[in-house]
């Protein structure tokens, strides 16, 4: 072998060793996670409120806000949350209105409902990768407004009361920016504010995407 192949052969092996090293660095750059990392995220409510009064079937809404993570360790961390969460539903005393009413004068009354809600999130990832986490936790909901149909003009009746908790449960992805969620919200708290009604329960599954920096 001559001087100029030499060189060349130790030139490409050095070219391979530095590719090779860079490959691996980047690999390991993007599953690498911060203690504290911040992001925001949209997404649609599928929601339902779970009752005797109420029709059955999901409606879909709004929901979006922030976050923050603070990652403790390779396993987990806890991620607390500020969204605004649209839902709606529609219910009736009268079981023979409980669909549409088409001609009117029925019982029957649609519901939207605004929320600001306050998750706090355990994160525990699944796998080496630190790419997908199981996440659980409580939530709070505080009603920032409610908006029903078929109630008389100036009628200051509250149907709904103020707040309630939640829990929630699901999966996040964690791609290099960009962040998808897939969760279930069960209720537990009674939302009903009418005396003599059955209890009724806010349920939703939350599907989201957003950026994380």
């Known amino acids: 072998m001559n001087r100029t192949s030499k060189i060349l052969s130790v030139l490409l092996l050095v070219l391979s060793c530095s590719l090779a090293a860079n490959a691996q660095r980047n690999r390991v750059d993007d599953d690498h996670e911060n203690f504290f990392r911040i992001g925001a995220k ?15 079937g999901f409606a879909y809404n709004f929901q979006g806000g922030g976050f ?4 403790f360790s390779r396993t987990f961390g806890i991620q607390p949350e500020v969204n605004f969460v649209q839902s709606q539903s529609e219910f009736t005393n009268d079981v023979n209105t409980i669909s549409d009413d088409i001609v009117g004068g029925g019982t029957q009354h649609k519901a939207k409902l605004n929320y600001l809600e306050v998750p706090l999130l355990l994160n525990v990832n699944l796998g080496p990768s630190k790419r997908v986490k199981l996440q659980l936790g409580p939530s709070y909901g505080g009603l920032l407004k409610q908006t029903v149909d078929s109630l008389k003009a100036g009628s200051t009746q509250s149907i709904y009361k103020n707040g309630e908790w939640s829990a929630i449960g699901g999966l996040w992805l964690q791609l290099p920016f960009i962040n998808l969620s897939f969760r279930y ?13 059955d209890k009724w329960h806010n349920q939703a599954i939350q599907v989201g995407v957003g950026f994380t920096l």
Do not use: P
């Not at 949209?42 to 059955?56: C, E, F, L």
């Not at 923050?68 to 990652?71: C, E, L, S, T």
């Not at 919200?185 to 009604?197: A, D, F, M, Q, R």
């Open 42 to 56: 949209a997404g649609v409510n599928i929601n339902r409120v779970d009752g005797k009064s109420y029709k059955s």
């Open 68 to 71: 923050m993570q603070f990652n």
């Open 185 to 197: 919200k069960y209720g537990l708290s009674n939302i009903s504010n009418v005396e003599g009604t």
